[in-house]
């Protein structure tokens, strides 16, 4: 019994001495990701959302008119999947503090908020998405990373009562 004991002791300690991950640590990565250098005129993406399990179940590309007007984003996003459904979502970044921004978007419960630093964007916010002819709330984790001056990778975890449900990559290039 006192083995047990100490073995769960042992995980607990390994589990709560993980710390998370913060745009912070990207901090000094280059090239910088920064917003309203970014997403500034014509982008496209290309991507996959796949399931809890990892698996791969649709396939997509999109187009996105980036453009900031009084220091206010708006991005205009045309999703067309591979079943041929097609889907619109309009974003407008508003910067709160140095570093930082509100998202929102109609689909997005909300305001949704992110921080940037060194390479990197980390945004969280509530999604409303169409399953099954009703609507479900996701918790989205979104990551990017500035790979190069034209491209950004980009990592979407969904979350349904703080489980992991699914997750989209995408690669967004500008034109």
């Not at 991950?21 to 990565?29: E, G, K, L, R, S």
């Not at 997005?108 to 940037?116: A, D, E, K, L, R």
């Not at 975890?157 to 967004?172: A, D, E, Y």
């Amino acid at each position: 019994m006192k083995n047990t004991y100490l073995a769960l002791l042992c995980a607990v300690l390994m589990i709560s001495g993980c710390s998370n991950i913060t745009v912070n640590d990207y901090a000094n990565n280059t090239p910088v990701l920064k917003p309203q250098e970014f997403f500034t005129g014509n982008l496209t993406a290309k991507g996959v959302v796949k399931n809890r399990s990892g698996k791969v179940i649709r396939h997509f590309t999109a187009t996105i008119k980036a453009s900031w007007h009084n220091n206010i984003g708006t991005l205009d996003e045309k999703f067309i999947f591979n079943d041929g459904e097609i889907q619109y979502r309009t974003w407008t970044l508003t910067p709160t503090q140095t570093n930082q921004f509100n998202a929102i978007a109609g689909d997005v419960i909300g305001i949704g908020t992110g921080n940037f630093a060194g390479n990197a964007i980390n945004l969280h916010y509530l999604l409303a998405v169409q399953y099954n002819n009703s609507t479900i709330n996701l918790n989205v984790e979104d990551w990017m990373w500035r790979i190069d001056d034209q491209t950004v990778l980009n990592e979407s975890t969904l979350f349904k009562f703080g489980f992991r449900v699914g997750s989209i990559q995408l690669v967004i290039q500008k034109d």
